[in-house]
């Protein structure tokens, strides 16, 4: 299926991943390539096959899903929807557009620079046409870091320099005022920190919410009522973080126990009372060692909260030319509640 989708992400263009694979998969369900009532290939098998994070398909899926294009079936996957929308003269667009790319060609243009183009001429300045866009992330664990990092650098077209939290005042010292960083991002328990180090240096700071995969909370949406679920991760910030968002899914077959570090006993405390523990991969070791071959073990990279994506691409776009007049010094998504 994958291949007569006929699908292409370019990591390297400044058009986000997953907006790219958004409207391919509208253009496909529109033009009639891919039949009405017929199944999608999976998150993971789109993932793989385009090689990107299945966090990133997981919500072009749910971006379908919330416009009319496709619908998930219980136990059965996701379906092109028996009338999907369909937006004014696709044959007429799809005419057009491939002139453009014609006439783009004729004067030495690539796609990527006619998209480019168009959206500078729209008012919308993607970050990367003025150059590499510095973004400094910072948490407690390396762990982490690689995890918000892959995540942003997945959605925008920056530089992440990631830094432990620990080591963030010494850095921030040894940087010029001219290496301004565009904004630093971090998560909700250590804001007030990030914020007091680059106090008075003209840097905004973003805090981010990491949240449940919307395919974990499909998996939780199927256990057995009364089931005993935990939540594991690398510090005590993240893990809670995770039961949050679980939480507010309100799913009503599941008991939510708690939430542990993997560090200290009260992870192997939290693991002997529930059935299942969800846990990040890095965690999943340590995690499978205390809870046997007894509890199920439900793997959950998390994905970041999107209105904290949207309020970084407002920032990252005004400070590149965009009509916002100022940039509040503090900005934090707040976390939102998530329907099955």
């Excluded at 098998?45 to 994070?53: K, R, W, Y």
């Excluded at 590499?132 to 997945?154: I, K, N, Y």
């Excluded at 939510?256 to 992870?267: D, I, N, P, R, W």
């Amino acid at each position: 299926m994958p291949i007569t989708l006929n699908l292409h992400v370019d990591a390297r263009s400044p058009i986000p991943i997953r907006r790219q694979l958004t409207e391919q998969l509208k253009h496909a369900i529109e033009s009639g390539r891919v039949p009405r009532d017929q199944t999608l290939p999976s998150i993971r098998e789109l993932a793989g096959f385009l090689g990107i994070n299945t966090n990133t398909v997981a919500r072009v899926i749910e971006d379908l899903k919330q416009s009319g294009y496709v619908e998930a079936r219980r136990g059965r996957g996701v379906f092109v929807a028996p009338a999907p929308p369909v937006r004014p003269s696709p044959g007429r667009r799809e005419g057009f557009l491939r002139d453009a790319v014609i006439r783009a060609a004729a004067v030495g243009m690539t796609a990527d620079d006619l998209a480019v183009g168009v959206l500078s001429l729209a008012g919308v300045r993607p970050p990367a046409l003025d150059g590499a866009v510095d973004v400094l992330l910072v948490e407690r664990s390396p762990a982490e870091l690689d995890f918000f990092a892959g995540q942003l650098q997945t959605h925008f077209p920056i530089r992440v320099d990631k830094v432990l939290l620990g080591e963030l005042a010494s850095i921030t010292r040894r940087r010029t005022p001219a290496q301004r960083w565009r904004a630093a991002v971090t998560s909700f328990g250590h804001l007030p920190e990030v914020e007091r180090v680059l106090r008075g240096r003209g840097v905004p700071v973003i805090a981010l919410l990491a949240e449940a995969h919307l395919e974990t909370l499909h998996r939780l949406a199927q256990l057995p009522a009364g089931t005993r679920v935990g939540v594991a991760s690398d510090t005590r910030e993240t893990a809670h973080d995770l039961e949050h968002s679980i939480a507010n899914a309100a799913l009503p077959n599941i008991v939510l126990v708690g939430a542990s570090a993997l560090e200290g006993a009260a992870l192997g405390r939290l693991v002997r009372r529930v059935d299942v523990i969800v846990c990040s991969s890095s965690s999943a070791e340590r995690v499978r060692q205390l809870a046997g071959p007894s509890r199920h073990v439900m793997i959950d990279d998390r994905a970041l909260d999107e209105r904290a994506l949207q309020m970084l691409a407002a920032l990252l776009v005004g400070d590149n030319g965009g009509t916002h007049a100022r940039t509040p010094r503090r900005r934090a998504a707040r976390p939102t509640t998530r329907k099955q």
